[in-house]
């Protein structure tokens, strides 16, 4: 039984979203679908997602709104991968209330932190005056760093083998059959970093080797986005996206049904994910990442916490519904205190003008 169909049927627009061919482009080596129109979700003419903001919909590119934005960097989770409508991302959230800034989604499937950050790079000039930054993020970082060349050159990426092949590399091994269901395709098109097929399987790092590889990436990619927000007067603020299991949550009828019934027609995609969905792996990347950002004066904000309640959040083990997407951002919001001060009245990284820290609970 196809229980996606029934528990989530937002979810054959995603499907659709993510079939389509790859959209390459340079330096950020891909990008969402431009101007995709449907009832679950709308990208504009530079595909960015369309979010809720006080005068209806706007995005980077389309309706923009005049004065103050933040801005929220990621990947699927952070687009809203699995929202039932625009309305329900958590940048469409963030959006609504006394006092709060148009949010901005940056957000894109299958992104790592460097690429976050180059699109932030290339679209600064596209933006007013930044109240706020959300790097939304870390468990793609961690997916890439269990492939061959990990560590070598600039890292690896997503559909890292398609690029190659495009480029006239030959890919090590046979492509696998597109499957129709979006993550899948995401997963699947990982694929190697080129080079001739070799006879011996490539080595899989071990989960404590993917968590230094992701750290560091993640350190070095902060570092030049606080050197990017700097001139702004933006708090920089890094949020662990949560994950099913990282949560310790005890599973709905409804996140049963879905993740069980994934396991079984999908198990060679999520297989790419649990070594990294450990709790063990979770609690040592939380670590890391937090001592990362203590460093360099950014505010730090583990989401698993906020999401272990009784409720039905998770439409797969790591995207969130409607309600997910509404907890995480209200959690976020009352943590790293987005409706509150001005950027003026705080250094980016969450500093004040009298050198005292922010400490984030």
Same mark, same amino acid.
């Given at each position: ?40 979700? @709308? ?20 309706? +923009? ?171 920089? +603020? ?86 997910? @997407? ?36």
């Amino acid at each position: 039984m196809d229980q996606q169909a029934d528990l989530a049927p937002q979810m054959k627009q995603y499907e659709d979203f993510a079939g389509g061919d790859v959209r390459w482009l340079p330096y950020l080596v891909f990008f969402n679908r431009t101007d995709y129109r449907s009832p679950v979700l @709308n990208t504009d003419a530079g595909g960015f997602r369309l979010g809720s903001g006080p005068d209806g919909p706007c995005s980077l590119l389309e309706n +923009h709104p005049g004065g103050e934005v933040s801005v929220l960097l990621g990947g699927s989770p952070a687009f809203g991968f699995g929202a039932s409508a625009d309305e329900r991302t958590i940048t469409s959230v963030l959006s609504r209330g006394e006092g709060a800034a148009t949010w901005f989604n940056l957000g894109a499937p299958a992104y790592n932190s460097t690429q976050e950050l180059v699109l932030f790079l290339l679209h600064r000039h596209q933006l007013p005056r930044v109240r706020d930054i959300i790097v939304f993020s870390g468990l793609n970082d961690l997916v890439v760093a269990g492939l061959p060349d990990a560590r070598a050159d600039y890292g690896q990426f997503f559909f890292s083998g398609e690029f190659f092949t495009q480029l006239g590399v030959p890919e090590a091994g046979d492509q696998l059959r597109q499957p129709k269901w979006a993550l899948g395709r995401l997963a699947q098109r990982i694929g190697l970093s080129g080079g001739a097929a070799k006879d011996d399987e490539p080595r899989v790092p071990a989960p404590e080797e993917r968590v230094d590889t992701a750290v560091a990436q993640c350190a070095r990619d902060l570092d030049r986005l606080l050197e990017l927000a700097a001139p702004t007067g933006a708090r920089v +603020h890094f949020v662990l996206q949560p994950t099913a299991l990282w949560t310790g949550k005890r599973r709905t009828a409804e996140e049963r049904a879905l993740i069980d019934d994934a396991d079984r027609e999908r198990a060679a995609v999520w297989n790419l994910f649990r070594p990294i969905l450990d709790r063990q792996v979770h609690e040592r990347y939380r670590d890391r990442l937090a001592a990362v950002c203590a460093e360099r004066s950014v505010s730090f904000f583990d989401a698993n916490p906020a999401l272990s309640g009784d409720e039905w959040l998770f439409v797969d083990l790591v995207h969130l519904n409607d309600e997910g @997407n509404r907890v995480v951002a209200e959690a976020m919001r009352d943590a790293l205190g987005l409706d509150g001060e001005r950027p003026g009245d705080r250094r980016p990284g969450g500093e004040r003008p009298d050198g005292e820290l922010e400490e984030v609970g």
